[in-house]
């Protein structure tokens, strides 16, 4: 999977970061889907600020 297909596959989850979520607050995700990952891959559509870099 390339950035070029990306939107060709649904999320399993999708989510959005808040300022509070950068100073530590958890996200909260669904445990049943994900409790059998054993790959994941994370696509940042846009940074927080609107900076060049992203820390995950």
């Not at 939107?7 to 607050?25: A, V």
């Amino acid at each position: 999977m390339g950035f070029s297909n990306v939107n060709d596959y649904p999320p399993s989850d999708s989510i959005i970061l808040s300022p509070e979520n950068f100073e530590g607050k958890p996200v909260i995700l669904k445990y049943v889907k994900f409790q059998n990952v054993q790959s994941l891959t994370i696509f940042i559509e846009d940074n927080q600020g609107g900076t060049d870099i992203i820390k995950v």
